[in-house]
């Protein structure tokens, strides 16, 4: 199988999205889609009128257990294997962690949630699911994954953390995580940082044999270094490159050689 080369640059296999929390801005202000803050800003009236209901704060195992049937049904209809296990909800408690939680029901059934872990100022977004429903269908860049994140990062910058993220993925975008996937992280105001001193980082990988793909690139296999955005294939495959170039730059992997 071929193989694609980074050198001089290295490849972390994973990165975290940070929230800016110095930011000068609110929230809604940080979001970089005009439909999005748009829509955020008639949450309450939308939430009223559709009957959803916020339950937000402390999760009890029992609300987690609730959490991982909607998470492993959302899981298995995309196909992934689930990485959220009964079994974490103790392993944090005993790592002196909190465990917080924001649920979005309607009549009363779990459609949307968000496990969110608590420990001194670092606030972490660990696992989140949604249901796709049919209302956001005809709204652009609307849905209950953006009301989620919206909730949470409106809630917990207020409380002026040392550290806000939405969490890790895995950093072969158009091939472990879509490219839709990227955009909306970008949307948000999320920015791709390498915090955990755990990562792996790699010169070459093998070619996914994708018509388009992206990676995040730094100039050392250490921690806090600057990433640039790369991509191997052709653009036009991408649906929102539009989008994506108003939100980021990015450069051809071929200009490595």
Request: net charge positive; with cysteine.
């Amino acid at each position: 199988m071929p193989t694609m080369h980074f050198t001089p640059l290295w490849r972390p296999q994973k990165v975290s999205w940070v929230y800016p929390t110095t930011s000068d801005k609110s929230v809604l202000e940080n979001i970089r889609s005009k439909n999005s803050r748009k829509f955020l800003g008639t949450i309450p009236k939308f939430l009223q009128l559709n009957n959803f209901e916020i339950n937000s704060g402390a999760c009890t195992f029992k609300e987690y257990k609730e959490f991982l049937e909607l998470y492993n049904e959302r899981t298995a209809a995309r196909g992934f294997d689930p990485i959220a296990k009964t079994e974490w909800f103790g392993a944090k408690k005993r790592e002196g962690k909190k465990v917080e939680k924001i649920f979005i029901r309607h009549n009363n059934q779990l459609i949307g949630g968000k496990i969110i872990t608590i420990i001194g100022g670092e606030v972490r977004s660990s696992y989140k699911a949604s249901q796709q429903l049919p209302m956001f269908q005809k709204l652009h860049n609307a849905s209950l994954g953006l009301i989620l994140d919206y909730l949470m990062l409106d809630h917990y910058t207020k409380r002026k953390p040392t550290l806000l993220t939405a969490g890790t993925s895995r950093n072969l975008f158009g091939v472990f995580n879509t490219i839709g996937y990227l955009i909306f992280k970008l949307r948000m105001g999320y920015q791709p940082q390498v915090i955990n001193p755990k990562t792996i980082f790699e010169q070459t990988t093998k070619d996914p044999h994708k018509d388009i793909w992206l990676a995040f690139l730094c100039d050392s296999a250490t921690i806090n270094r600057p990433l640039t955005l790369y991509y191997s294939g052709e653009l036009d495959q991408i649906p929102q490159l539009a989008e994506l170039q108003k939100l980021i730059s990015f450069t051809s992997i071929s200009s490595l050689v």
